[in-house]
């Protein structure tokens, strides 16, 4: 490996100050001082050419570099250890776990192990099974992974997006070993006889511990291979074949295998591996077995060799200073809509969302004030999965209204998409990367969340959880604030339509009103600032051409208005008109009209309230001077 490697996934890792040397014990060094680096210590890491020198100039005394994970970075290391035999021949185990996830790979320092990095998070970092390893270890904060280049022919030489299958992976191997842990409390250890050594049983148990934890389709192939591997060490001396034989049946017993097969499959292992290369303990009493050792290859510090346990903590608490010292955040739309965050508006139909989203996103992408409020310029992308049809004439209208030139500040994607699908959001970032030249969008806007969710249970958190962890994926890979447009619930006090999971994992959400006049703005939640006072917006007809269709909708400054009337509150008018009626007859007319009582008397308080209706002594009227309330719907 040289300092000028062009593998993708270098060229990805290689930026920002997260490299470190370590020594053969796996323990990391600060290339800057030679001293002990802390894996939750950022100033005791370096650039990767300040790595790769020091090691270079120190290699009698450093094994290699590495590279430190962040959380916030969302990328995985997987660890499969001890997978590869004396011929280079990878475990079936480990084979299939490389095709699932099919990203950047490459081999350990030892030879015996590879190391999977992915784009994607995991709830937890996964350390090795105890008490008996499973070879599979992940890691995305806390640790390092050591870098050897050395990659793995047959896999892509970038670093893919992998969350669904990282997922589904973490969830198999934590479920292999909850299942292994109950099972093994009525499962001996691997019972000894005469001419089996304390070694040879440990590599058993080992093995035995892998093929009862193999899943379907895989689990004939890891018998045959942990019967090879044993038959090495029966050749060695180090265990009698009966010993392995009866352990190895029980083993596959317990992962499901049944049948004259399993003795025969482990006949036949037994015998292969008695042929080949006999394995024997190590003499150096320093070493561990190179096929079994938990603390062989691992990323990060060695069990037993960590400098100080506070580095396997995630939680870490910081200092006043250090909070001080933390950028304030950015705003797109000053007081109104933050920068790089997760953000929503929601209303009901015909509340304008997405002509007046749109009318952001032009003032964003063009770096104009909206109405008199600064904004960040940048450009934009606009999911329009719902309404696409209308974008042209809108766009058009915009441009005609504010006197604007044509601009390719906002780029489109005019259908519909599972954000939380893997092939979909794989594609979606690559789009984000590829079809912005200069600078990534600073805002992606997905309108609307029914129609980029795939029919998801709005109503389930754990649905809505899977949506939002990809609208924060755009914002962590691209830099971009992700804009929400949703509908209203059936009671509007309670906000957006759906999961509380909504709610609760927004920076900021603005609801839509209707109004007699247009709309009214409000600030349901803002997470870090004032909320802004109510915005009052009506809806002017703009045209700008001579055919039938060329003319569409702009939103304005309007006046606080009155909310637009319930249909309640419209019969009970319509009852009135042209006369002046006691509250008690307003009542039996509305009634007749086919109210209940309760609804015409709520909406006589409502329509008197609002100024609608007067009252004169004990006579109800409608002001000469009232305004009709407008019904229009765009």
């Known amino acids: 490996m040289t300092a000028t490697d062009t593998l993708p996934a270098l060229e990805e890792l290689q930026p920002g100050q997260q490299w470190i040397c370590f020594i053969k014990s796996k323990v990391p060094y600060n290339p800057n001082n030679g001293q002990a680096a802390q894996s939750d210590t950022p100033t005791t890491w370096a650039s990767y050419d300040l790595a790769w020198r020091s090691w270079v100039a120190n290699s009698g005394y450093y094994a290699g570099i590495g590279r430190m994970f962040l959380r916030e970075q969302r990328i995985t290391g997987i660890d499969l250890d001890h997978c590869i035999d004396d011929q280079g021949n990878i475990a079936a185990w480990a084979q299939r776990i490389v095709d699932w996830l099919n990203s950047y790979t490459e081999y350990s320092p030892s030879g015996r192990g590879l190391h999977i990095w992915i784009h994607g998070i995991i709830p937890a970092n996964l350390a090795p099974a105890k008490p008996q390893p499973d070879g599979i270890e992940m890691y995305d904060h806390g640790r390092y992974f050591t870098w050897t280049g050395k990659h793995l022919e047959g896999t892509p030489g970038a670093i893919e997006d992998r969350y669904a299958e990282i997922f589904d992976l973490y969830q198999e191997v934590t479920t292999r070993r909850a299942h292994a842990k109950t099972q093994q409390t009525g499962a001996p250890p691997p019972r000894g006889a005469a001419g089996d050594t304390p070694y040879g049983l440990s590599a058993l148990a080992d093995e035995c511990a892998k093929v009862s934890m193999t899943g379907n389709g895989a689990r004939n192939n890891q018998l045959n291979e942990s019967a090879f591997r044993l038959g090495q060490l029966v050749a060695g001396g180090e265990l009698t074949r009966q010993t ?139 999911i329009a999965a719902e309404g696409a049809a209308g974008i042209g004439r809108r766009l058009f209208a915009w441009e005609t209204h504010h006197k604007a030139a044509d601009s390719d500040g906002i780029k489109w994607f005019d259908s519909t998409l599972v954000m939380q699908d893997a092939a979909n959001f794989k594609e979606l970032i690559t789009a984000l990367k590829e ?200």
């Open 244 to 382: 392995v034989e009866r352990e190895l049946e029980d083993a596959a017993l317990r992962a499901g295998l049944s049948g004259p097969e399993i003795a025969k499959t482990i006949r036949s292992g037994i015998d292969g591996g008695m042929k080949k290369d006999p394995r024997s303990a190590p003499k150096d009493k320093e070493q561990h077995s190179d096929t079994h050792s938990p603390l062989d290859d691992l990323f990060g510090q060695a069990e037993n060799e960590q400098p100080k346990a506070k580095t396997e903590r995630r939680i870490r608490f910081k200092s006043s200073a250090e909070m001080k010292q933390r950028p304030v955040p950015s705003e797109l739309i000053f007081g109104v809509l933050p920068a790089q965050s997760i953000s929503m508006s929601f209303g009901e139909s015909g509340t304008f969302k997405s002509f007046i989203v749109l009318d952001w996103c032009e003032c964003i992408s063009r770096g104009l004030p909206w109405l008199g409020r600064k904004t960040t310029k940048g450009p934009i992308a606009y």
């Open 435 to 634: 079809d912005y030249d200069d600078m990534p969008p600073i805002a992606t806007v997905i309108d609307t969340l029914s129609r980029c969710s795939g029919g998801a249970d709005e109503n389930s958190n754990t649905e809505m959880a899977k949506v939002i962890a990809a609208a924060d994926a755009i914002r962590q890979k691209i830099g971009s604030a992700v804009h929400i447009i949703h509908h209203a619930g059936k009671d509007r006090e309670k906000g957006p339509r759906g999961a509380s999971a909504l709610i609760g994992n927004m920076e900021a959400i603005i609801a839509f009103d209707r109004t007699e006049e247009g709309v009214k703005l409000t600030s349901f939640k803002q997470k870090d600032v004032e909320p802004f006072s109510p915005i009052y917006l009506k809806p002017i007809k703009v045209t700008y051409g001579t055919g039938q269709y060329d003319n569409s909708l702009v939103l304005v400054p309007g006046d606080p208005a009155k909310p637009q009337m319930k249909a309640s509150e419209s019969a009970m008018l319509l009852c009135l008109a042209g006369k002046q009626l006691t509250h008690k007859e307003w009542t039996d007319a509305g009634m007749l009209a086919g109210l209940s009582r309760s609804s015409a008397t709520s909406a006589i308080k409502q329509l008197k309230d609002t100024g609608r209706v007067q009252l004169v002594g004990k006579l109800y009227s409608i002001p000469t001077t009232g305004r009709e309330a407008e019904n229009e719907e765009n």
